[in-house]
């Protein structure tokens, strides 16, 4: 957003209702006004001064007295529409009454359809936002800000009552999320308020500093900046409080309000090239807290990790399990945490894109998907972010994927120092079971190639760098890319097409290599073996799984909605025509969404590759280009398709006659040229 010029400015507040006056004699024009918005400057110099100098500072009798009874009066008039605060982002959206039990609501400045104009309301926000407008001058004029850059507002103020002892704890107005929101304006509108009423709203500069109280005093304008740790203590009074922040999109600006003291946001703006958004979902996961901390505590820029972790948890039974929580430790990163009844869990895939769609508007640079039990290497966040920065020199859409290999109990120390396991031990590589599962699945595996493979050209010309192997299929458990692969996954805008995946769980992660592959990404493992990234508990012993849920009548309903998103993912890896008598709809919609036509399936790789695939069609055709030969290949049987997914063939099978060359050449062979077969 930038700053509209103040003629502009005041054309608005003249549409929008009468002009205020800070002073009720004068009434002067709006002309009169702009003249005068550099004497406004001047006006606040002195509380602009303190609050460069100190971070904040107060304005005392802000609005013109009957200005501020008549704002007091409209607000405490519509009481019913506040509403119980939340905190977090989206739908990680909490209350939480422990951490704040105010009553809020929001207000536009601008009239929407449904305000009227000249509500008294309308005006009176209207009134407010135009006497905060020489402070707002006041501030960018003083920070001497490019001519670009500018904190503005974003036309919305929060109006919040505190009463019974209400309060809010410690927090921060500006978050990762939010690293461009600098400045807080609180109007306080407290009738006769003295120390006995409590509510004052404590401002912590810097941990070193102590705290400052501010007594909410009728009419009185504080000012502050949005990165302080501050709390409103219990309220024993009707504590009305109006709030604007200031918004600034340019790196410029948040180094001017926040030098010297900001660190973490700014550290995630300027100095981080990169910072990182975790994906973490548990189901009633004993480990997940220890997963988080372990996590925070091996990365070498904990304050660049945003983190959220979505517990699909038993209300009851599982309440110990949060006891383990260590606050402290987790406040170093940026953490969001939302809980649900695991009774509500429909499996990995869609708790996963829960969480996508609920933070993709996250402000990281790198997307991480984990699952909830596992230790990482130290520094994994920088060699991760090295290993897709090499990635990307080969391909620009690329993830780091593969499974990690097992951690326990036993080799897991207290001292949390962890072994890989002795050689002879080489990368991982992902690639499909060659036998279906019992539900005619393609289940995915990784296993561990020795002597480690040198690197090679695959005949699509893609070059492996020497610290990346190329991968068949993902691991839905370690997954590191850019944020936009969350919809590249998760195709966040179609929930309708997405419901049909809900209960699935094998199956997720040729879903969504599909999803990927079709898109144009390679995936990569490290070619190192001894490149410590990130340790999987891989025993299910002492955890639950949503499968518990299969069980009783609501069970039931949980195993068709299963059933039919293994058939979609079966119908999309062209396993099985689609069984129609799940839903007509459902057909339509995967027909389309295969066909790329709805954000599903992309295109990318069969327009532009040298590699062909046909997603769809229950037989498929496979062309694969080297300099000399062309083989194609149709394999009409829907058991070999399965196989077919997962194999390299080498590039001496320049005519694949018969299926079963096909399937045993499921076999890595590095020296020879080789071409992937996949999801056709
Ligand atoms: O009302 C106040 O004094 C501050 C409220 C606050 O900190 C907030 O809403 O973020
Ligand atoms: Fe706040």
Sequence with gaps: MEKLPSNIQLNILRMIGPRPSPNPNSNPSPADFAEKLADKDDQYSREIGLFQRFGFATIQQFLAPEAALTALHVFSSNHDALRPARIGTGVLKTFDPNVRNDRIRFIDIFPTVTASVNSEEQKTVAAVYHALNPVISAINAALNLDSNDCLVSNGIFQLGFYSNGARYQKHRDSSPFMPGRLVTLIIYLTQDWNMT??????????????????????????????????????????????????????????????????????????????SIFVSIASYRDPDAYSTVEHLIKTAKYPERLIIAVLHQDDPVEDAQLHAKKNDAILSIACIFINTIDRKDATGPYAARRKIAREMKNNSATHYFQIDSHMRFA???????????????????????????????????TQLEIFQLPPPPFGPVLMKANPVLDVDGMVRVTGSLVFPPP?????????????????????????????????NDLYNLADDDVESNLDGLFFGEECLCTAKLWTRGYEIWGPRDPNLGVAFHRWSR?????????????????????????????????????????????????????????????????????????????????????SSTTVAT???????TIGIATTVYVTATSSSIADTSSVASSDVWTPSSGSILMFLV
């Design 454 to 486: 040198n690197p090679e050209t695959h005949l699509d010309g893609v070059v492996e760098p020497q610290s990346l192997i190329r991968q068949r299929f993902i691991a839905a458990g370690l997954l590191f890319s850019r944020p936009e692969i969350m």
């Design 197 to 274: 009423k409590g509510g004052q709203l404590r401002l912590y500069r810097q941990t070193t500093h102590g705290h400052i109280d501010i007594a909410p005093l009728f009419n009185r304008l504080l000012i502050f900046k949005s990165h302080y740790d501050h709390e409103v203590l219990p309220a024993f009074c009707d504590r009305f409080a109006l709030t604007m922040w200031l918004y600034s999109e340019s790196l410029k600006a948040v180094e001017a309000v926040c030098a010297p003291t900001f660190s973490t946001i700014r550290s995630q703006i300027k100095t981080a090239q990169w």
């Design 633 to 639: 290949t149709k394999i009409t049987s829907t058991a």
């Design 541 to 625: 012993v002492g955890r639950s799984t949503f499968w518990e849920n299969f069980d009783g009548e609501s069970g039931n309903l949980l195993k068709n909605k299963r059933a039919r998103s293994q058939a979609c993912v079966k119908f999309v890896l062209g396993l099985q025509s689609f069984v129609p008598s799940t839903a007509e709809e459902t057909v339509g919609l995967f027909q389309n969404w295969a066909a790329g036509k709805s954000n599903g399936v992309g295109v990318e790789r069969i327009k532009n590759d040298s590699l062909v695939a046909f997603p769809v069609s229950s037989a498929f055709t496979q062309i694969s280009t």
């Design 378 to 412: 130290n520094n994994w966040d920088c060699i991760l972010v090295e290993l897709l920065d090499v990635a990307e020199s080969v391909s620009k859409k690329s993830a780091i994927s593969f499974y990690p290999p097992g951690f326990d109990d036993k080799n897991f």
